[in-house]
């Protein structure tokens, strides 16, 4: 086995599947609280521009991720606020907010195409990063990969074994018995939805700051779609989220490794393998029987009007 090519492989993998992961599971907190926000990709692109240009005006790419994460979450606020408020069609609202986010990312971006930046470098932890393979892999990356990799297990934790996460999961499933509860549905459904868009915007700002620094127009590259895909793929469990991201990042990034050992696969056919996949599964994820069987929130898309069921 050619151990160098699979441990690039695999490097490529967690750097590519990094943003995807990031913005997966925002998405997964917004829809087990009930709310479809289908402006993942324009929440990116936002996230993504003001996390460039904040840490090139700053030199800090710390406070260029913390602008990007607060400029998602603000995002966010809006499809809240129509979809929950004003009880709105959600998928027309996060269609929306993707086209917002898309024209004017391009907007405020147009000066700051090509400029060089600030970006994350890699740290590598004592003993750890020494250990062979695994080591060059897990434990010399840069901090937004070592965060993600403690976000996934924390976000797993927080849902199946906390009260909090039983409340959002009671929101998610059944809104009018979480209220009769006395658990306050309309502000965890903004809180949650918050929290998705500060992690789309963190998962934006992981491509300008650390996987490809810089800006250009539209780079996310549909990550957000693949995100929302990933979610119901993932079944809403941040574990298999994890999983998916990486195995997205990896077909990804397989399509360099197999044009350095001459295959003649077409490149473009890798591609969209991704994209793909990402239409098939929601495809096939919007019979309702099939959300039912594969676990999807019993309330999710459903605006909640208190007092009736």
Do not use: C
């Given at each position: ?8 492989t695999?490097?490529?993998?967690i ?6 992961l ?18 993942v990709e ?19 790419p ?21 979809s ?32 060089p930046?600030?970006r ?10 020494d250990?062979?393979f ?17 976000l ?6 927080f ?17 009018a ?6 658990i ?31 800006w ?14 990933l ?14 991201s ?64």
């Amino acid at each position: 086995m050619d151990w160098v090519f699979l441990s690039a492989t695999l490097i490529a993998a967690i750097r590519a599947g990094t943003p995807i992961l990031y913005a997966t599971i925002g998405e997964i907190f917004a829809e087990r609280s009930g709310v479809l926000n289908l402006g993942v990709e324009g929440m990116m692109l936002m996230g993504a521009v003001s996390g460039f240009i904040v840490g090139l005006k700053t030199g800090s790419p710390w406070l260029g991720a913390l602008a990007a994460m607060l400029v998602g979450g603000a995002m966010s606020l809006i499809h809240a606020f129509v979809s929950i408020t004003l009880r709105g069609d959600q998928v027309v609202s996060g269609l929306a907010l993707t086209l917002f986010g898309s024209g004017l990312s391009a907007l405020i971006g147009k000066p700051y195409v090509g400029v060089p930046g600030v970006r994350f470098t890699a740290w590598k932890i004592p003993v750890l990063g020494d250990i062979p393979f695994v080591g060059e892999i897990l434990f010399q990356r840069d901090p937004l990969v070592y965060f993600s990799f403690l976000l996934f297990p924390a976000a797993w934790y927080f849902i199946y074994r906390t009260r909090p996460g039983l409340h959002l999961r009671a929101v998610g499933e059944d809104p009018a018995t979480a209220d009769a509860a006395g658990i306050n549905v309309f502000r965890l459904r903004y809180l949650y939805t918050f929290v998705g868009g500060m992690l789309a915007g963190l998962g934006g700002a992981t491509i300008s700051l650390s996987y490809t620094p810089g800006w250009i127009e539209g780079m996310t590259a549909g990550r957000g779609w693949i995100a929302v895909g990933l979610v119901i793929f993932a079944f809403w469990d941040p574990l298999r989220a994890a999983l998916g991201s990486y195995l997205f990042g990896g077909v990804n990034s397989l399509q360099f490794g197999l044009q350095t050992k001459g295959v003649t696969i077409p490149i473009y056919f890798l591609q969209m393998m991704p994209y793909l996949f990402t239409i098939l599964v929601l495809i096939f994820a919007t019979r309702e029987r099939v959300r039912r069987r594969i676990g999807a929130p019993a309330a999710l898309g459903i605006p909640y009007v208190r007092g009736q069921r």
